[in-house]
């Protein structure tokens, strides 16, 4: 199975759009973010990684091993901007085994609104219409991430949905995923199940009575992993992620990174979860597109 591919150069048809989106749960919209745009974001993202300290910051993200949800700087990260390292960054005796800009994992998870930057690559008129073209009726932007998938020790992120960490009633998360750099399969471009996102929810990470972090099944069906495509994205593509779709990437292996910026929207109309792994302050609440 293949998906369609859109470019956003063609202006293409919204109804068009839709249908795809529905049918498959993934769109692949090829030259949505201009070059001036992602070089502008790039700088930005290395003006952050100059300022970071890894020797304050030990936090391993890891999707195979979950071993950051123990840890408070994970936790806390909701409403401000933390970095998280590569499982391969240091050595047996604690030491980085190559530069800071070389074993970050990814940055996150509120730079949308907390950086103008970020701010405004978030929240341009395009990406606005679109989220309300697909059917948000009162978007939030609710979680953003600089993922690097770094040369040689990009990590892997295994099979999820999205409404596994950010779940509203009804669903309604809706991921953008922004290619800052061209992703293919021998970098660890992303692979999707299209239409699997028809299947419902298979789990949830969720805060437990005792304020810890856990992963729930919900459905014990497992996915059909074979039927799993892969989404080559030219640098400038944006891949649009329904909440419930089964999505992952291998992990880079190659000598080139695969830089992307994550934006994850809710509808605000929706419940919000309150066990969500996501917390916010309240004077941090989520805002929209033009807020």
Known sequence: MTVPRFSATDNPDPAALGEAFARDGVLV????VDKPARDNLKR???????????????????TTKQSHAADNYFKGSGDTVRFFLEEGAFDDHGVLLKPKDRVL???????????????????????????YGLGLTDPGLVQSMVIFKQPEIGGEVTLHQDATFLHTEPVSVTGFWFALEDADESNGCLYALPGAHRQGLKERFHYTDNDTLAMSPVDPV????????????????????HGLLPHRSGPNLSKRSRMAYTLHVVDRAAEWAEDNWLRR???????????
């Open 29 to 32: 919209i090829e030259d949505f």
């Open 44 to 62: 930005r993202i290395a003006d952050l990684v100059e300022t970071f300290d890894p020797d304050t910051v030990r936090t391993v993200f890891s």
């Open 105 to 131: 994992n990814k940055i996150g998870h509120a730079m949308h609104d907390l950086d103008p930057v970020f701010s405004a690559f978030s929240r341009t008129e395009a990406l606005s219409d679109l989220a």
């Open 222 to 241: 497992s996915f059909d992993t074979d039927t799993a495509v892969p989404l080559v994205a030219p640098a400038g593509t944006l891949v649009v992620l």
């Open 281 to 291: 302050a309240p004077e941090m609440p989520f805002l929209g597109f033009s807020e």
